[in-house]
Nanobody, 115 residues
Framework: QVQLVESGGGLVQPGGSLSLSCTAS????????MGWWRQAPGKQRELVAQ???????NYLDSVKGRFTISRDNAKNTVSLQMDVLNSEDTAVYYC?????????WGKGTLVTVSS
């Protein structure tokens, strides 16, 4: 099993920045892909960004150029730098990890963008 713990959520003003971090523990050898998802109230969970062990990334179109995902394989961490935040980015953000997708999930951290 893999355990994921997120940190870094909170309240930020529109146009501001926030950084999320997620640390994996347990059977981390099972992990190839790590990612960040989000779920806003009344909406389905969506993939925000994903990164492979080799460093290949993909992003949700609406966050391209504003969000950056990075990973430290030695420390089993994945981070999400979020810039130029707007109200539509308000959601619970979840860390995921797995061999090819999201086999394991964190409990989520709330990001609220509001003035």
């Amino acid at each position: 099993q893999v355990q994921l713990v997120e940190s870094g959520g909170g309240l930020v003003q529109p146009g501001g920045s926030l950084s999320l971090s997620c640390t994996a523990s347990g059977s981390t050898f099972r992990i190839n892909v790590m990612g960040w998802w989000r779920q806003a109230p009344g909406k389905q969970r969506e993939l925000v960004a994903q990164i492979t062990r080799g460093g290949s990334t993909n992003y949700l179109d609406s966050v391209k150029g504003r969000f950056t995902i990075s990973r430290d394989n030695a420390k089993n961490t994945v981070s999400l730098q979020m810039d130029v935040l707007n109200s539509e980015d308000t959601a619970v953000y979840y860390c995921s990890a797995g061999l090819y997708g999201a086999d394991y999930w964190g409990k989520g951290t709330l990001v609220t963008v509001s003035s």
